[in-house]
């Protein structure tokens, strides 16, 4: 039976989750860009993420979750509307940015209360995150520089300074939409790879 690219990747490192659950930063490939990836557990791991990036502080990073279940570890309440659009939109290229309550999680709280979730359109990545847990993934690039497309462009934004690089060739998509949720109103935030029509 053919291992899918992150299973063999796992083979040949020792498990990249392991190296993510202890506060490891990568780069690989996600359902839309190569992201620069870490626990969000790990305030370690997404400090070095916003100093590899040189990201405004003032900036949150997308998270990515396995399921729609994984957002009760943020605190995130929802409502049953909110959970039938999510069902419609995920797994796909939408985040969406939701109020959380977890004081544990404060280092990820740059926007007053919210953050921004996506559940990947991507089994392998998928199956990562069942070993992980949620990730912050934003594409891997300094502030201002073309997101990567491919490893070897990753490799000149980032160096030795990570700790993995998985390879999944050439990536060309746009960016997810970001679309924000406030009680049962949905609001575009950002156009991207999915239209929605409200």
Known sequence: MMLSLIQRIFTRNKKISEIIKKGGVGVLPTDTLYGLVGSV??????????NLKSRS?????????????????????????????????WPGKVSIVLHFKNNRLYYLD??????????????DLISLLKETGPIVAPSANPEGV?????????????GSRIDFYVDGGEIFSEPSTIVKIEGDKIEIVREGAVKIVI
């Open 146 to 158: 073309v997101p990567a497309k491919n490893i070897k462009e990753a490799k000149k934004y980032f």
């Open 110 to 123: 740059k926007m007053g209360g919210t953050l921004a979730f996506r559940v990947p359109d991507k089994k």
């Open 57 to 89: 502080e003032k900036k949150s990073l997308i998270i990515l979750i396995s399921s729609i279940d994984d957002l009760k570890k943020f605190g995130v309440e929802i409502t049953e509307k909110t959970r039938k659009f999510m069902e419609k939109v």
């Open 41 to 50: 557990f790990s305030k370690r791991a997404v400090d070095n993420i916003y």
